[in-house]
């Protein structure tokens, strides 16, 4: 059997890397004729309230509207660009709108005629992945003709490396999300992802690794310009190389060993061809995990402070986007809160498997998973419990009050400022570019 052709292209120029990346894998080699045509980029977060980095956070636009040119150089006339994204409030309609419209997509709309869509906005459909993997996915993609699919190159805390197969995430319902983050300890997240594409229609993968990420994109992330496209038909050898680019065996990415198992195929890379740049060229080690105490039990930037008195376990891959979006702004607040003087043995738990340190004397129970897989642990002194899925701020600011912690309100009343405030670490870099999410 033939390999399968990786496109190694380094970003130089608007709409002719992109098609070289194409030319090269003969990414479009299959398209259909008169096909309905699905994008999917990745804008994994946003916010209107403020100004936040998006440079290998969110796909660039650069790279979305190349790919339209492309589709309507072949004659492509029905093509919508769809997203899920991540918002506090799953019923939030006005915050996707702003993203599509922020990123030029209306512009895209008129001058090329696509259609833009909110899957949140459409029903799901029950499908089966396999293995036992039953998710809620959005019909559109299952019912379109070819598939683009533009993630972007980038690590993840909790999958090491979120690529082509991982993008997929953003397609199926809130319930399904939640329930990727299994707290079974053999059907978990990885396994859970390496199915999403087990459905999938023909396809190309478009890696934008013209901006990365390590850590993502606060505390301790660090964005990179890479200025890198990786591309191919297959998805499973796009995430193969992306990992390898990334700085990681497939072997040590374990939704890519399920998904090898899965796909019985081989987890190096001896059924690939890579061709254009070599990947030892190109490749460059980008961290994944946030970093903790050796022990596991406080944040590194919470250590870096001296805090005392306070274990904050690490996060596990139980905990969903809905509650882990909390993590940022705990921490912020927390931070900031530090006076000193040390708190009074506090335990924070997240997640859905976590357990309760014994000597703690006051424990808070983030999020009802944590609620009702400790409700009864005789290791907890004093239960401070922060119910619903996701908790309200307003209960998590009052559990951290309740535990001693005299957290500053403003953190919880603008969320989303948090974002804003690592834009300041952009300034003075031209190499980050604002255009990239513009349609000019
Ligand atoms: S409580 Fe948190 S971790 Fe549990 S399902 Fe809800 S959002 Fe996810």
Same mark, same amino acid.
């Given at each position: 059997?033939?390999?399968?052709?990786?496109?190694?292209?380094?970003?130089?120029?608007?709409?002719?890397? +992109?098609?070289?990346?194409?030319?090269?894998?003969?990414?479009?080699?299959?398209?259909?004729?008169?096909?309905?045509?699905?994008?999917?980029?990745?804008? @994994?977060?946003?916010?209107?309230?403020?100004?936040?980095?998006?440079?290998?956070? @969110?796909?660039?636009?650069?790279?979305?509207?190349?790919?339209?040119?492309?589709?309507?150089?072949?004659?492509?006339?029905? %093509?919508?660009?769809?997203?899920?994204? #991540?918002?506090?409030?799953?019923?939030?309609?006005?915050?996707?709108?702003?993203?599509?419209?922020?990123?030029?997509?209306?512009?895209?709309?008129?001058?090329?005629?696509?259609?833009?869509?909110?899957?949140?906005?459409?029903?799901?459909?029950?499908? =089966?992945?396999?293995?036992?993997?039953?998710?809620?996915?959005?019909?559109?993609?299952?019912?379109?003709?070819?598939?683009?699919?533009?993630? +972007?190159?980038?690590?993840?805390?909790?999958?090491? +490396?979120?690529?082509? %197969?991982?993008?997929?995430?953003?397609?199926?319902?809130?319930?399904?999300?939640?329930?990727?983050?299994?707290? /079974?300890?053999?059907? /978990?997240?990885?396994?859970?992802?390496?199915?999403?594409?087990?459905? &999938? $229609?023909?396809?190309?993968?478009?890696?934008?690794?013209?901006?990365?990420? =390590?850590?993502?994109?606060?505390?301790?992330?660090?964005?990179?310009?890479?200025?890198? &496209?990786?591309?191919?038909? /297959?998805?499973?050898?796009?995430?193969?190389?992306?990992?390898?680019?990334?700085?990681?065996?497939?072997?040590?990415?374990?939704?890519?060993?399920?998904?090898?198992?899965?796909?019985?195929?081989?987890?190096?890379?001896?059924?690939?061809?890579?061709?254009?740049? =070599?990947? =030892?060229? +190109?490749?460059?080690?980008?961290?994944?995990?946030?970093?903790?105490?050796? /022990?596991?039990?406080?944040?590194?930037?919470?250590?870096?402070?001296?805090?005392?008195?306070?274990?904050? $376990? !690490?996060?596990?891959?139980? %905990?969903?986007?809905?509650?882990?979006?909390?993590? #940022?702004?705990?921490?912020?607040?927390?931070?900031?809160?530090?006076?000193?003087?040390?708190?009074?043995?506090?335990?924070? &738990? #997240?997640?859905?498997?976590?357990? $309760?340190? $014994?000597?703690? *004397?006051? #424990?808070?129970?983030?999020?009802?998973?944590?609620? !009702?897989?400790?409700?009864?642990?005789?290791?907890? !002194?004093?239960?401070?419990?922060? *119910?619903?899925?996701?908790?309200?701020?307003?209960?998590?600011?009052?559990?951290?009050?309740?535990?001693? %912690?005299?957290?500053?309100?403003?953190?919880?009343?603008?969320?989303?400022?948090?974002?804003?405030?690592?834009?300041?670490?952009?300034?003075?870099?031209?190499?980050?570019?604002?255009?990239?999410?513009?349609?000019?």
């Amino acid at each position: 059997m033939g390999k399968y052709t990786v496109a190694i292209v380094r970003y130089e120029r608007p709409l002719e890397s +992109v098609r070289r990346a194409v030319d090269l894998c003969k990414g479009l080699a299959h398209l259909p004729h008169k096909a309905k045509v699905f994008i999917k980029p990745n804008i @994994v977060f946003w916010t209107r309230t403020t100004p936040f980095p998006k440079w290998g956070v @969110v796909t660039t636009s650069r790279v979305v509207e190349d790919m339209v040119i492309l589709l309507k150089e072949r004659e492509v006339e029905e %093509i919508t660009i769809a997203e899920g994204i #991540t918002t506090f409030d799953p019923q939030d309609r006005e915050t996707p709108a702003h993203a599509f419209e922020s990123l030029g997509y209306p512009i895209l709309r008129e001058r090329y005629g696509i259609k833009t869509l909110n899957v949140f906005e459409r029903p799901f459909k029950k499908v =089966e992945l396999g293995a036992g993997v039953v998710l809620n996915f959005n019909p559109d993609i299952l019912e379109s003709d070819f598939v683009v699919n533009l993630p +972007v190159l980038k690590t993840h805390a909790q999958t090491i +490396v979120s690529l082509g %197969i991982k993008n997929l995430k953003g397609l199926i319902d809130v319930a399904s999300r939640k329930k990727c983050h299994s707290p /079974d300890t053999v059907k /978990d997240l990885n396994y859970m992802v390496a199915r999403l594409a087990n459905k &999938l $229609p023909p396809s190309f993968t478009l890696l934008d690794g013209i901006y990365t990420t =390590e850590r993502g994109p606060f505390f301790e992330g660090r964005l990179r310009r890479s200025n890198l &496209l990786i591309a191919s038909s /297959d998805i499973f050898s796009a995430d193969k190389v992306g990992a390898k680019v990334l700085g990681y065996e497939p072997s040590q990415v374990p939704y890519l060993v399920h998904a090898a198992q899965d796909f019985k195929r081989p987890l190096d890379l001896s059924d690939v061809d890579v061709i254009g740049e =070599e990947i =030892e060229s +190109v490749a460059s080690f980008h961290e994944y995990a946030f970093p903790y105490t050796e /022990d596991g039990m406080l944040p590194r930037p919470l250590e870096k402070l001296g805090i005392k008195g306070l274990s904050y $376990p !690490q996060y596990d891959s139980t %905990i969903c986007t809905y509650c882990s979006g909390f993590t #940022t702004v705990m921490l912020m607040a927390i931070a900031n809160a530090w006076k000193g003087k040390p708190w009074d043995e506090v335990e924070i &738990l #997240t997640g859905k498997r976590m357990k $309760p340190t $014994p000597g703690k *004397k006051k #424990t808070i129970l983030l999020g009802k998973c944590m609620v !009702q897989a400790n409700k009864n642990s005789k290791d907890i !002194q004093e239960a401070i419990e922060v *119910k619903g899925c996701p908790p309200s701020l307003q209960d998590a600011l009052n559990a951290l009050k309740q535990a001693g %912690i005299d957290a500053n309100p403003a953190f919880f009343e603008k969320m989303d400022m948090a974002a804003g405030s690592f834009m300041k670490r952009f300034e003075g870099k031209p190499e980050f570019e604002e255009s990239f999410y513009k349609v000019v």
